[in-house]
């Protein structure tokens, strides 16, 4: 599933590293995320979007679905 | 990898390579088949891997999602690995293509027995979530 994980966490200026840390998971977990490889359980969704500081919607973008801005 | 850990990879390497060398050597020199030797390489060999892999000789410790994700998947990919390579050994083994000409009835059943174990299992487990 496609994500702008990486946007959010840019301008959140957060390292791999420190969000795997916040969502208590490993950085290989954020980068095979990132670059979906991996699409993550709904309690890491969550824990994501809430440490990004945005919604789920905004965060993860459904196949073939329209961004919403 | 932490030296540590590099050095426990490394022993655990160099005793999957004294078993298997020795294992290897007997059969050679004096054809003879140790089948201890084979498990205990095996063993071996896997202790290695998980140690490089987990951090953990037998594949325990702390993982994450991802890891478990991992360990799910590699697991089923395995289970498909091991069936075909059990019936490639039977059927190498035997000479035969013809399944009423092999006479070696314990690992036919084995073959067998491994199309029949998963769906068995899945029609087990999936009870856990059916109320």
């Not at chain 2, 498990?39 to 896997?46: E, K, M, Q």
Request: glycine fraction near 8%; include cysteine.
């Amino acid at each position: 599933m496609k994500n702008r994980i990486k946007e959010f966490r840019e301008k959140n200026e957060l390292s791999q590293g420190k969000l795997a840390e916040l969502c208590q998971v490993s950085r290989q977990t954020i980068n095979a995320i990132e670059n979906d490889k991996y699409d993550p359980s709904l309690k890491l969704a969550f824990d994501l979007a809430r440490q990004l500081g945005v919604k789920m919607e905004e965060l993860f973008l459904p196949e073939g679905g329209r961004q919403n801005e | 990898m932490s030296r540590t850990r590099n050095m426990i990879a490394v022993i655990a390497f160099l005793a999957f390579a004294v078993i298997a060398g020795f294992t290897i050597y007997k059969y050679v020199r004096y054809g003879i088949v140790e089948g201890g030797g084979i498990f205990a390489s095996s063993l071996a060999v896997s202790y290695f891997l998980n140690w490089v892999k987990w951090g953990d000789h037998e594949g325990g410790g702390e993982k994450d999602e991802l890891d478990r994700h991992i360990e799910t998947q590699s697991a089923k990919i395995g289970y498909f690995l091991l069936m075909i390579l059990a019936a490639l050994i039977l059927f190498i083994s035997e000479g035969v293509t013809n399944l009423n000409d092999i006479q070696n009835y314990p690992l036919l059943l084995v073959v067998s027995l491994s199309f029949v174990i998963l769906p068995i299992t899945e029609l087990i487990y999936s009870r856990k979530f059916k109320s």
